[in-house]
């Protein structure tokens, strides 16, 4: 220190304060401040702190005393009392810690190389008794088990206060991006080391609190980044609500604390109160309820329960904030949260309690709106809420589109009429926050969507879809609206009217191309097509059609800006796939739709519109339903131009084309179809190693049984090097297809039947759908499936689980439970319960 303070100048005295105030307020077991005095000497002089920046200015003031004594025990403020939180600069944690342990760079105003030499050798000279240990965790290149093991392995009480507050955090945030329960659990227990640090720190070793030492104070950001973790876990993990609630409880323990201990401090006497005001808290706020919510919302998709808690989360922030004084009270984000929550579910009451929370939400706003001009004399700006002094909750267009949806998949009775109803009182609003765009729409019309594909009547379907396409038009007038006339709104003034409608509604939405927010968007018109797709109502197709056609034309697209993407021509062409099976012409009509998807990609169309996978797939099952003798073929022909198409989309394939074919040659005729055929066994032998012509494609290829032998084995051995391969689906349909295009009797269906079997047990594919299809090829013959199944009572077993492991190591949960067992499983017990031999005494009692 004598040396660089001969030598430097003031400027040079600064950064030295700043490392040596970093050695002072280390927390290691109360270790004698041996730099205190140094700096103190440094930083003693008005003049000095007046030509520090502000913030160093402000920390030196804090940490140390306006006494000039050279005392070791006078130099810091509160009786020798060192506060360590987290308010650190935060350029300090750029600080290379494998070069200086504790003493941190100042970034911003650099250092010269005579300085960083002269610093680097007065380090080593300290560290000659003991080497400081390395801080692996804030190498990212290290594996993160070992950086997490390093940190919680470090030794107690010798932390740095930023590896508290940032290091932690980084750790924490790392393990919840292995979005795995060992992740989490590496999260919980960093966040109880730092914690345990924060305890050892405050206490003395006989447990009571240290008044003379160093205090620690944790705020609450490594909580909330571990709840976050846990949020994203509880779609599909049960317990993640539990531990979210159990991460706040722990919030709340140690706020409780550290106010034990503000409550000390304040009685030692000479505590400057602004100081302890200023320090972070581990409070929960409205931001930790807002991803418990968040949390909750993803449960809601399991079960309803947890969006029943989320709106009993709404009252513990109401609690908790006039009992506490937190800043718990529930914002917008709160509530939207909430009725989020019951529009995941697709409970029959969600869309009814979800309103609810809207009316409460209103409700709030509105009495809020009361109190700020009581608070502040003025009234609340609606129209600009950031010039007002604070924020009130303010329902919106989110939180009612939320509610639409909500009401859209609870399928209840009259849930689409009160979907429209919410969407006209948006139309009829005039509050600024209250602007319907392109979702609500869409949801709205999504919630008439799932009403025609519920109808019974082909008369209610074809009317629930027509209420959908009444719905897109609606939207389309109300751009027209609020499109100016003479330039297409792009230069309109924003206090202008046009045809009555408010200044506030034309506010974001003069844009002609703002999909986001406004109403130019395609999804309304996506969600109609899947309306008319779904209702299976006579001319749903054409209808569709229709539509789309409609969105080509070049006056439509001026007029609006909306054009059709891929996801339209899927939709159409998924019409036209559910007409196939009594519409000869519909399989054609949806390859004319393919071609002419194509031929606008080619004709470089926007980005928007391009044949991916699904759109060949959807053409495919289209002639795969069709009741069409030469389907297979078609099929076959398809897939071939999917996997000669552009290499994006072939990079992008998956089994399920493959499967689509194999679906098609089960379903066309065979020679077997006619149990009372005259032809010889002989034949029917030959027909099974498909060597008949009786099923010749329609351009005189390949017959439909040879077609399925080509394409499994394709798909079986990856011929054309797409790394893709079979699962369990194609291995059921490949026997389906054994099934339906070879004699029961025959060596071709014995043969047949072992080697699927076999590829599907070394692929682990062994599903309920795989023995289903096996036991029907074998014609429920129990000896012949007590060979291949190897089990003793094939036709007993309810489930694959009975199989070996290996057969079924890759069958997901919902595949392995065999269809009808059930009701197998019921009749044995009734049967059982009847024989009885103490029935006759039950039935005393």
Known sequence: HHRLSTQHSVTMKSRVTKRLLAQVTRPINNRPSRFASAASRISGSTSFTQNLPIPYASHIQQCFSSSTKDDDSDDLNNHGTQIISEEYDGEDYEADFSDMAYVNFDEDEGFDDDYAGNHRSHKSELDEEEEAPRRIWLDPSTKLEDRVHKFLSWKLGTMHPLDIRLASVDLIRECGKMNSFEGMKFAHDILDRILEEKRFVNQNEDGNNNNKGSVIFIAERPFQVLMYGWSNLSRKVSVAPQRMREVLELMIQEAEYDEQIRRELRAMGNINEEMLESLPSCQPTVDIYN???????????????????????????????????????????????????????????????????????????????????????????????????????????????????????????????????LLAELLESDHPSLVPDAFVFANTINAYANLASKKKSPKGRLEAAEEAEELVWLMVDQLQKLTPKDDGGDSADENSTHEGVSPQKIVGKKKKNNEKDGLCSVVPFNACLNAWAGSNAPRSAIRAEELLHKMIDPEFLEATGILPNTVSFNTCMQAWAKASRHDDSAPEKAEELLSLLTSLEENGGSSSIAADITSYSTVMTAYAKSNRPDKAAHTRRLLEMLISSSSEVAGKLSAVPFTVVLNAVAHSPSPYDDADSSSSSKEKEEDAFGTNDSDIGHDGGEDAYSIALKTYMELQQDMYDLKIYPDHMVYATMLDVITKHTDVESIERRQRMEQILEDACAAGEVSSMVVASLQKACNNSPDMLQHLLQVSNPTAISSVNALPRAWTRRVAPRFRKLKGSDTVNSKQQGRRRRNHPNKGKRNAK
């Open 291 to 421: 991803t418990l919510l968040q949390g909750l919302g993803q449960a809601s998709f399991r079960s309803i329960a947890a969006a029943g808690e989320a709106e009993a989360v709404l009252n513990v922030m109401m609690k908790e904030n006039r009992k506490r004084g937190w800043h718990t009270k529930p914002n917008t984000k709160s509530f939207t949260l909430a009725i989020t929550a019951f529009s995941k579910t697709q409970h029959s009451t969600a869309g009814k309690r979800a309103e609810s929370i809207l009316r409460r939400m209103i409700e709030y706003h509105e009495t809020e709106i009361e109190l700020y001009l009581e608070e502040t004399g003025t009234e609340y700006n609606l129209h600009d809420p950031s010039s007002n002094r604070r924020r009130i909750v303010t329902p919106d267009t989110i939180a009612y589109s939320a509610v639409i949806q909500a009401h859209a998949r609870s399928n209840a009775a009259g849930s689409a009429e009160r979907a429209r109803d």
